[in-house]
Nanobody
Framework: QVQPVESGGGLVQAGGSLRLSCAASGRTLSRYAVSWFRQAPGKVREFVAASNWNDDRTYADSVRGRFTISRDSVKITVYLQMNSLKPEDTAVYYC??????????????WGQGTQVTVSS
């Protein structure tokens, strides 16, 4: 079993950048697809980006061109580089490991989340 752990959230002004990291205790993330989801207050959890073990990637339309998902060279840590942040990006961001796709049902293992707040 793998347990994702997120880090790197915080408070940033609109237009700024943050980088989130997802590592795992237990098994390595290298054999899993890893995705980022987010949930804003009062809203349902939504897909942000996914990275497959073979480097396939996909993004939600709302973040494409601003966010980049990547893995380190040994594919142990997965990053979400977030640029040109907007107030509507404010949410708790979750890392999840499982089968490649954009729906939460694909992912069996979830982190506790990290708060990202973008001020206007």
């Amino acid at each position: 079993q793998v347990q994702p752990v997120e880090s790197g959230g915080g408070l940033v002004q609109a237009g700024g950048s943050l980088r989130l990291s997802c590592a795992a205790s237990g098994r390595t993330l290298s054999r899993y697809a890893v995705s980022w989801f987010r949930q804003a207050p009062g809203k349902v959890r939504e897909f942000v980006a996914a990275s497959n073990w073979n480097d396939d990637r996909t993004y939600a339309d709302s973040v494409r061109g601003r966010f980049t998902i990547s893995r380190d060279s040994v594919k142990i840590t997965v990053y979400l580089q977030m640029n040109s942040l907007k107030p509507e990006d404010t949410a708790v961001y979750y890392c999840a490991a499982g089968i490649y796709g954009s729906t939460s049902d694909n992912y069996d293992y979830w982190g506790q989340g990290t708060q990202v707040t973008v001020s206007s």
